[in-house]
Protein backbone atom coordinates (compact mmCIF):
# COMPACT_ATOMS: atom_id res chain seq x y z
CA UNK A 1 0.00 0.00 0.00
CA UNK A 2 3.18 2.08 -0.16
CA UNK A 3 1.95 3.95 -3.26
CA UNK A 4 -1.76 3.91 -2.68
CA UNK A 5 -3.88 7.38 -2.50
CA UNK A 6 -7.14 6.95 -1.95
CA UNK A 7 -10.00 9.55 -2.86
CA UNK A 8 -13.40 9.26 -0.82
CA UNK A 9 -15.75 11.26 -2.43
CA UNK A 10 -18.95 12.33 -0.15
CA UNK A 11 -17.00 11.72 2.87
CA UNK A 12 -19.15 13.85 4.90
CA UNK A 13 -22.00 11.42 4.91
CA UNK A 14 -23.45 8.88 7.22
CA UNK A 15 -21.15 6.13 5.25
CA UNK A 16 -18.20 8.33 4.50
CA UNK A 17 -17.46 9.80 8.18
CA UNK A 18 -16.93 6.58 9.24
CA UNK A 19 -15.38 4.75 6.60
CA UNK A 20 -12.57 7.65 6.01
CA UNK A 21 -11.63 7.53 9.53
CA UNK A 22 -11.47 3.45 8.97
CA UNK A 23 -8.87 3.97 5.92
CA UNK A 24 -6.77 6.37 7.73
CA UNK A 25 -6.47 4.25 10.56
CA UNK A 26 -5.72 1.30 8.48
CA UNK A 27 -3.82 3.03 5.70
CA UNK A 28 -2.54 6.31 7.31
CA UNK A 29 -3.64 9.85 7.22
CA UNK A 30 -1.87 11.50 4.27
CA UNK A 31 -3.16 8.31 2.52
CA UNK A 32 -6.67 9.42 2.70
CA UNK A 33 -8.18 12.55 0.91
CA UNK A 34 -11.52 13.26 1.75
CA UNK A 35 -14.00 15.53 -0.27
CA UNK A 36 -17.79 16.58 -0.26
CA UNK A 37 -19.11 19.75 -1.12
CA UNK A 38 -19.59 20.55 2.29
CA UNK A 39 -16.91 21.14 5.33
CA UNK A 40 -16.60 17.80 7.44
CA UNK A 41 -16.50 18.61 11.30
CA UNK A 42 -13.74 17.26 13.01
CA UNK A 43 -9.85 17.21 12.67
CA UNK A 44 -10.40 16.24 8.85
CA UNK A 45 -7.10 16.81 7.11
CA UNK A 46 -6.71 16.35 4.36
CA UNK A 47 -10.02 17.64 2.55
CA UNK A 48 -10.75 19.11 -0.36
CA UNK A 49 -14.17 20.75 -1.65
CA UNK A 50 -15.55 18.83 -4.37
CA UNK A 51 -18.74 18.90 -6.35
CA UNK A 52 -18.51 15.51 -8.14
CA UNK A 53 -20.18 17.22 -11.06
CA UNK A 54 -17.31 19.66 -11.47
CA UNK A 55 -15.29 17.45 -13.50
CA UNK A 56 -12.45 19.86 -13.83
CA UNK A 57 -11.85 20.33 -10.54
CA UNK A 58 -11.99 16.44 -9.94
CA UNK A 59 -9.65 16.06 -12.16
CA UNK A 60 -7.07 18.76 -10.96
CA UNK A 61 -8.07 16.91 -7.87
CA UNK A 62 -6.69 12.95 -8.69
CA UNK A 63 -4.17 14.81 -10.50
CA UNK A 64 -2.31 16.94 -7.59
CA UNK A 65 -2.54 14.15 -5.49
CA UNK A 66 -1.86 11.15 -7.50
CA UNK A 67 -4.73 9.50 -6.37
CA UNK A 68 -4.56 5.27 -6.87
CA UNK A 69 -7.75 4.14 -5.56
CA UNK A 70 -11.57 5.92 -5.22
CA UNK A 71 -14.56 5.00 -2.84
CA UNK A 72 -17.05 6.59 -4.72
CA UNK A 73 -20.13 7.39 -1.59
CA UNK A 74 -21.10 10.70 -3.47
CA UNK A 75 -25.03 10.46 -4.07
CA UNK A 76 -28.89 11.21 -3.14
CA UNK A 77 -30.53 8.70 -1.06
CA UNK A 78 -33.75 7.26 -2.11
CA UNK A 79 -36.46 9.38 0.29
CA UNK A 80 -34.42 12.54 -0.89
CA UNK A 81 -34.08 11.88 -4.48
CA UNK A 82 -37.85 11.12 -5.35
CA UNK A 83 -38.02 15.20 -4.49
CA UNK A 84 -35.50 15.97 -7.26
CA UNK A 85 -35.55 12.77 -9.83
CA UNK A 86 -33.47 14.82 -12.27
CA UNK A 87 -30.95 16.22 -10.04
CA UNK A 88 -30.42 12.82 -8.59
CA UNK A 89 -30.19 11.43 -11.84
CA UNK A 90 -27.43 13.44 -12.83
CA UNK A 91 -25.29 13.40 -9.74
CA UNK A 92 -25.72 9.77 -9.00
CA UNK A 93 -25.13 8.51 -12.99
CA UNK A 94 -22.84 11.39 -14.32
CA UNK A 95 -20.50 11.91 -11.02
CA UNK A 96 -20.02 8.50 -11.21
CA UNK A 97 -19.08 8.33 -14.95
CA UNK A 98 -16.68 11.45 -14.15
CA UNK A 99 -14.94 8.50 -11.72
CA UNK A 100 -15.18 5.43 -14.33
CA UNK A 101 -13.33 7.76 -17.00
CA UNK A 102 -10.57 8.64 -15.04
CA UNK A 103 -9.84 5.11 -13.26
CA UNK A 104 -9.69 4.69 -17.06
CA UNK A 105 -6.82 7.30 -17.80
CA UNK A 106 -5.02 6.83 -15.25
CA UNK A 107 -4.96 3.26 -14.96
CA UNK A 108 -6.42 3.30 -11.11
CA UNK A 109 -6.15 0.56 -9.21
CA UNK A 110 -9.13 0.19 -8.03
CA UNK A 111 -12.51 1.95 -7.94
CA UNK A 112 -15.39 1.46 -4.93
CA UNK A 113 -19.44 2.37 -6.31
CA UNK A 114 -21.87 1.68 -3.50
CA UNK A 115 -25.02 0.01 -5.00
CA UNK A 116 -28.52 -0.61 -3.12
CA UNK A 117 -31.33 -2.99 -2.38
CA UNK A 118 -32.62 -0.48 -3.76
CA UNK A 119 -31.94 -1.70 -7.29
CA UNK A 120 -34.80 -4.56 -6.48
CA UNK A 121 -38.30 -3.45 -7.39
CA UNK A 122 -41.78 -5.33 -7.82
CA UNK A 123 -40.09 -7.75 -10.02
CA UNK A 124 -37.82 -9.12 -7.69
CA UNK A 125 -38.24 -12.13 -5.25
CA UNK A 126 -38.46 -10.86 -2.00
CA UNK A 127 -37.70 -13.73 0.20
CA UNK A 128 -33.94 -14.97 0.16
CA UNK A 129 -33.20 -12.44 -2.82
CA UNK A 130 -30.49 -14.73 -5.17
CA UNK A 131 -27.65 -12.61 -7.13
CA UNK A 132 -29.12 -12.07 -10.34
CA UNK A 133 -32.16 -11.49 -10.24
CA UNK A 134 -34.75 -9.18 -12.22
CA UNK A 135 -34.25 -5.47 -11.52
CA UNK A 136 -37.23 -2.63 -11.67
CA UNK A 137 -36.55 -0.14 -9.44
CA UNK A 138 -39.49 2.24 -8.58
CA UNK A 139 -37.23 5.18 -7.58
CA UNK A 140 -34.91 7.29 -9.42
CA UNK A 141 -32.08 6.21 -6.63
CA UNK A 142 -32.91 2.74 -7.50
CA UNK A 143 -32.72 3.44 -11.30
CA UNK A 144 -29.06 5.01 -10.76
CA UNK A 145 -27.38 2.40 -8.57
CA UNK A 146 -29.04 -0.11 -11.05
CA UNK A 147 -27.35 1.63 -14.26
CA UNK A 148 -23.91 2.46 -12.53
CA UNK A 149 -23.56 -1.58 -11.57
CA UNK A 150 -24.00 -1.66 -15.50
CA UNK A 151 -21.32 0.81 -16.35
CA UNK A 152 -19.24 -0.17 -13.38
CA UNK A 153 -19.38 -3.63 -15.23
CA UNK A 154 -18.71 -2.05 -18.66
CA UNK A 155 -15.98 -0.51 -17.91
CA UNK A 156 -14.69 -3.78 -16.53
CA UNK A 157 -15.36 -5.87 -19.59
CA UNK A 158 -14.58 -2.93 -22.08
CA UNK A 159 -11.04 -1.04 -20.42
CA UNK A 160 -9.93 -3.43 -17.51
CA UNK A 161 -11.56 -0.92 -14.87
CA UNK A 162 -11.31 -2.75 -11.33
CA UNK A 163 -14.24 -1.67 -10.47
CA UNK A 164 -16.04 -3.17 -7.19
CA UNK A 165 -19.74 -2.70 -5.89
CA UNK A 166 -21.88 -4.07 -2.67
CA UNK A 167 -25.66 -3.84 -2.45
CA UNK A 168 -26.34 -2.17 1.47
CA UNK A 169 -28.99 -2.96 3.23
CA UNK A 170 -30.34 -0.40 4.95
CA UNK A 171 -26.92 0.99 7.12
CA UNK A 172 -27.21 1.66 10.76
CA UNK A 173 -24.49 3.39 12.75
CA UNK A 174 -24.68 6.04 15.99
CA UNK A 175 -21.98 8.12 14.71
CA UNK A 176 -24.79 10.53 12.80
CA UNK A 177 -28.10 11.13 11.87
CA UNK A 178 -28.56 9.82 8.28
CA UNK A 179 -30.68 12.01 5.66
CA UNK A 180 -33.32 11.07 3.05
CA UNK A 181 -32.83 7.28 3.39
CA UNK A 182 -36.22 5.37 3.23
CA UNK A 183 -34.60 2.48 6.30
CA UNK A 184 -33.66 6.10 8.31
CA UNK A 185 -36.10 4.72 11.01
CA UNK A 186 -33.92 1.99 12.25
CA UNK A 187 -31.10 4.94 13.27
CA UNK A 188 -33.98 7.51 14.46
CA UNK A 189 -35.52 4.95 16.83
CA UNK A 190 -32.22 4.59 19.07
CA UNK A 191 -31.96 8.10 19.60
CA UNK A 192 -35.64 8.98 20.34
CA UNK A 193 -36.10 5.67 22.57
CA UNK A 194 -32.89 7.70 24.68
CA UNK A 195 -33.96 10.73 24.07
CA UNK A 196 -37.96 10.77 24.42
CA UNK A 197 -38.86 7.58 25.51
CA UNK A 198 -41.08 7.09 21.91
CA UNK A 199 -40.96 6.84 18.47
CA UNK A 200 -43.24 8.01 15.44
CA UNK A 201 -42.42 5.15 12.68
CA UNK A 202 -42.88 6.20 9.42
CA UNK A 203 -43.26 2.41 8.05
CA UNK A 204 -45.94 -0.07 9.11
CA UNK A 205 -45.51 -2.05 11.87
CA UNK A 206 -44.31 -5.30 9.86
CA UNK A 207 -42.43 -3.86 7.39
CA UNK A 208 -39.36 -6.54 6.86
CA UNK A 209 -36.04 -4.94 5.57
CA UNK A 210 -32.72 -5.99 5.38
CA UNK A 211 -30.30 -4.05 7.72
CA UNK A 212 -26.37 -4.02 8.48
CA UNK A 213 -24.52 -2.40 11.73
CA UNK A 214 -22.21 0.44 10.48
CA UNK A 215 -19.42 -1.82 11.74
CA UNK A 216 -20.30 -4.75 9.08
CA UNK A 217 -20.54 -2.06 6.58
CA UNK A 218 -17.25 -1.02 6.28
CA UNK A 219 -15.44 -3.84 7.01
CA UNK A 220 -17.68 -5.75 4.56
CA UNK A 221 -16.46 -2.35 2.14
CA UNK A 222 -12.43 -2.56 3.26
CA UNK A 223 -12.14 -6.36 2.73
CA UNK A 224 -13.90 -6.60 -0.94
CA UNK A 225 -11.26 -3.82 -1.81
CA UNK A 226 -8.55 -5.67 -0.55
CA UNK A 227 -9.81 -8.97 -2.37
CA UNK A 228 -7.43 -10.67 -4.41
CA UNK A 229 -8.77 -9.45 -7.89
CA UNK A 230 -8.57 -13.49 -9.32
CA UNK A 231 -11.00 -13.98 -6.31
CA UNK A 232 -13.77 -11.79 -7.50
CA UNK A 233 -16.59 -13.11 -10.55
CA UNK A 234 -18.45 -9.68 -10.23
CA UNK A 235 -18.05 -6.71 -11.28
CA UNK A 236 -21.44 -5.01 -10.38
CA UNK A 237 -22.97 -5.22 -7.15
CA UNK A 238 -22.76 -8.39 -5.08
CA UNK A 239 -25.46 -8.86 -2.79
CA UNK A 240 -24.84 -8.11 0.87
CA UNK A 241 -26.65 -9.52 3.94
CA UNK A 242 -26.71 -8.97 8.43
CA UNK A 243 -30.30 -9.18 9.50
CA UNK A 244 -33.54 -8.35 8.95
CA UNK A 245 -36.20 -7.09 11.05
CA UNK A 246 -39.29 -5.01 11.29
CA UNK A 247 -40.16 -1.60 12.64
CA UNK A 248 -41.91 -4.02 15.86
CA UNK A 249 -38.47 -5.99 16.27
CA UNK A 250 -36.63 -3.33 16.69
CA UNK A 251 -38.77 -2.05 18.91
CA UNK A 252 -38.67 -5.07 20.94
CA UNK A 253 -35.32 -5.33 21.39
CA UNK A 254 -35.24 -2.18 22.45
CA UNK A 255 -37.45 -2.58 25.18
CA UNK A 256 -35.23 -5.32 26.60
CA UNK A 257 -33.13 -2.54 27.46
CA UNK A 258 -35.58 0.47 27.65
CA UNK A 259 -38.72 -0.64 29.36
CA UNK A 260 -41.05 2.11 29.12
CA UNK A 261 -40.54 2.55 25.64
CA UNK A 262 -43.22 3.15 23.34
CA UNK A 263 -43.28 3.21 19.63
CA UNK A 264 -46.82 4.50 16.95
CA UNK A 265 -46.82 3.39 13.40
CA UNK A 266 -48.04 6.88 10.86
CA UNK A 267 -46.40 5.54 7.44
CA UNK A 268 -45.95 8.13 4.74
CA UNK A 269 -44.77 8.29 1.25
CA UNK A 270 -41.48 5.81 1.65
CA UNK A 271 -43.91 3.01 2.82
CA UNK A 272 -44.79 2.15 -0.76
CA UNK A 273 -40.83 2.62 -1.48
CA UNK A 274 -40.05 -0.27 1.07
CA UNK A 275 -43.32 -2.04 0.20
CA UNK A 276 -41.12 -2.57 -3.26
CA UNK A 277 -37.95 -4.17 -1.97
CA UNK A 278 -36.71 -7.36 -0.46
CA UNK A 279 -37.05 -8.84 2.87
CA UNK A 280 -34.23 -10.93 2.96
CA UNK A 281 -31.42 -11.38 1.31
CA UNK A 282 -29.22 -14.05 -0.57
CA UNK A 283 -25.25 -12.95 0.04
CA UNK A 284 -23.96 -16.30 -0.76
CA UNK A 285 -21.61 -15.04 -3.95
CA UNK A 286 -19.84 -12.85 -1.38
CA UNK A 287 -19.05 -15.32 1.24
CA UNK A 288 -17.89 -17.30 -1.22
CA UNK A 289 -15.71 -14.74 -3.38
CA UNK A 290 -14.52 -12.78 -0.58
CA UNK A 291 -15.32 -14.30 2.65
CA UNK A 292 -17.88 -12.18 3.83
CA UNK A 293 -19.71 -12.69 6.78
CA UNK A 294 -21.02 -10.17 9.51
CA UNK A 295 -20.23 -9.63 13.15
CA UNK A 296 -23.62 -8.29 14.61
CA UNK A 297 -27.16 -9.18 14.74
CA UNK A 298 -29.81 -7.68 16.10
CA UNK A 299 -29.36 -8.22 20.21
CA UNK A 300 -25.53 -7.26 19.84
CA UNK A 301 -26.25 -4.00 17.85
CA UNK A 302 -28.55 -3.00 19.98
CA UNK A 303 -26.52 -3.70 22.88
CA UNK A 304 -23.82 -1.37 20.94
CA UNK A 305 -26.25 1.53 19.63
CA UNK A 306 -27.04 2.11 23.27
CA UNK A 307 -24.05 2.19 24.56
CA UNK A 308 -22.05 4.72 22.34
CA UNK A 309 -25.57 7.09 21.88
CA UNK A 310 -25.76 7.20 25.78
CA UNK A 311 -21.86 8.70 25.89
CA UNK A 312 -23.11 11.36 23.33
CA UNK A 313 -26.37 12.21 23.73
Same mark, same amino acid.
Request: aromatic fraction near 10%; charged fraction near 25%.
Given at each position: ?? =????????? =?????????????????? +?????????????????????????????? +?????????????????????????????????????????????????????? %?????????????? =????????????????????????????????????????? %??????????????????????????????? +?????? =???? %????????????????????????????????????????????????????????????????????????????????????????????????????????
Amino acid at each position: MS =NTKILVTGA =NGQIGRVLTTALREKYGK +ETVLATDITKIEGDIEPFEFLDILNTQRLK +EIVQDYDITQVYHLAAILSASGEWNPVKTWNINLNGLLSILELAREKQMDRVFF %PSTIAVFGNTTPRI =NTHQDVPLLPTTVYGMSKTSGELWCNYYHLKYGVDARSVRY %PGIIGWQSLPAGGTTDYAVEIYHEALKSGKY +ECFLAE =NTRL %PMMYMNDAIKATIDLMEAPKESLSLHYGYNLAAMSFTPAEIAAEIQKHIPDFKISYKPDFRQEIAASWSETIDDSQARKDWNWKPDFDLASMTVDMLKHLREIL
